[in-house]
T-cell receptor, first 119, second 111 residues
Framework: GAGVSQSPRYKVAKRGQDVALRCDPISGHVSLFWYQQALGQGPEFLTYFQNEAQLDKSGLPSDRFFAERPEGSVSTLKIQRTQQEDSAVYLC?????????????????FGPGTRLTVL | GQQLNQSPQSMFIQEGEDVSMNCTSSSIFNTWLWYKQEPGEGPVLLIALYKAGELTSNGRLTAQFGITRKDSFLNISASIPSDVGIYFCAGRPSGTYKYIFGTGTRLKVLA
């Protein structure tokens, strides 16, 4: 398909386990974002990639969270030693343009998300 | 985490009525985006705004980028049952890469 895809769609982990969440952006999209959405809340920014460069990781909640995009396409969000408070939907979004300057056209398209439940 | 003030929190309206919701920020934003999210799905982009004062329409939806660059509103005219969902605003503060989302407006349409 032409949209952003994420896998798995659902993940159940025992507390302390490591998990890896995958995002396949729209082909050719330069920008990639990860968000965390808690139940009943809006998405919260985690990190931003421009091609393979991670330009902003200020939203990652702790050093247990790590994201990479080694070839500037697929991205993986890894959470080590999962805790119950990590339970949330993790959303990926991509955009065809770079974030630059005061007014940059940057329409983000979201994937369906991965629902992570930590028991 | 940081979220924008979005109001109202929820709305129950009759089919055919118009709907208005807004977002405010304490910071100046370069971009405002409006999304709709349905259960189990990611947000879907409705309208994007890039200039202060800009007014943009997408079918029955109209959104405006506030002149102060600290607010935006979304109007839906002649609502229909499929408008049901959660509507989010999102803004990008000047000089940053991150988008900050609103708390959401939950819309229910009564046929």
């Amino acid at each position: 398909g032409a949209g952003v895809s994420q896998s798995p769609r659902y993940k159940v982990a025992k507390r302390g386990q490591d998990v890896a969440l995958r995002c396949d952006p729209i082909s050719g999209h330069v920008s990639l974002f990860w968000y965390q959405q808690a139940l009943g809340q809006g998405p919260e920014f985690l990190t931003y990639f421009q091609n393979e460069a991670q330009l902003d990781k200020s939203g990652l909640p702790s050093d247990r969270f790590f994201a990479e995009r080694p070839e500037g396409s697929v991205s993986t969000l890894k959470i080590q030693r999962t805790q119950q408070e990590d339970s949330a939907v993790y959303l990926c979004a991509s955009s065809s343009t770079r974030l630059a300057g005061r007014s940059s056209y940057n329409e983000q398209f979201f994937g369906p998300g991965t629902r992570l439940t930590v028991l | 985490g940081q979220q924008l003030n979005q109001s109202p929190q929820s709305m129950f309206i009759q089919e055919g009525e118009d709907v208005s919701m807004n977002c405010t920020s304490s910071s100046i934003f370069n971009t405002w985006l409006w999304y709709k999210q349905e259960p189990g799905e990611g947000p879907v982009l409705l309208i994007a705004l890039y200039k202060a004062g800009e007014l943009t329409s997408n079918g029955r939806l109209t959104a405006q980028f506030g002149i102060t660059r600290k607010d935006s509103f979304l109007n839906i005219s002649a609502s229909i049952p499929s408008d049901v969902g959660i509507y989010f605003c999102a803004g990008r503060p000047s000089g940053t890469y991150k988008y900050i989302f609103g708390t959401g407006t939950r819309l229910k349409v009564l046929a």
